[in-house]
């Protein structure tokens, strides 16, 4: 018989949630951290960056709402594979936002801009434009596929004040105070799916702050095939 593989479950999920919670963790927002002063301790911030199967997002807003914590989940726009204002999408993250999660931008307009030869402000600018139209954008997130040449990070960095003229964004999900004051964990290959370098539960152990980010299309109730 075969084992199952399935090392990123939900239950794994709640898992760590609980853990954080029966350890005295306090959850917050991207943005609620940056406005806290980035305290080191004690504190969790939940981060989903929706790369793919957005459908799946909902599970873990279940998960976190169960808990009674709150995350923050970025959404593509400009060159997504999947369309945030879908029925179903859309009405995931109204809800969740009207719960007291947060919704930000996940984006790489520098790509975009290049391929379609696009100014990268504009790209940029149209997209928070569009999600403010329905959600408070405070926050948003980088984002950069594997096998793509352009990385918006370091441009966005550059352009930061230029990006955030005229809108509501406060900080950006990879902002140095963030970095500084808080252990970073994320699930990455190598060659297959594991976390990149801390597993969270370690770290809560050292009672430090907690910045984890997931991607919700690795993480799955039972296997990898039951929802697209
Ligand atoms: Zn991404």
Sequence with gaps: M?????AFSLDYYSSIIKKALSNGYKFCTVTEYFRLGCPKEKHFILRHDID???RTVQ???DIENQEGVKATYYVRLCGSPYNPFDYEI???????EKLGHEIGLHTNPLEFAKILKLDPIKVIKSEIEMLNQHFNITSMSTHRDMDYAYNSLPWLIESWNQVKEGTNLEVHAYDEDIFKNSTYVNEG???HI???NLKPEDVIDSGVTV???THNHWWHKNHPFEAR
């Design 194 to 196: 594991t976390w990149r």
């Design 52 to 54: 793919a199967r957005p």
């Design 2 to 6: 075969l084992e199952s593989n399935n």
């Design 211 to 213: 910045y984890m980010l």
């Design 59 to 61: 599970q873990m807003i």
């Design 189 to 191: 290959t190598n060659p």
């Design 90 to 96: 859309f009405s995931s993250l109204k809800s969740a």
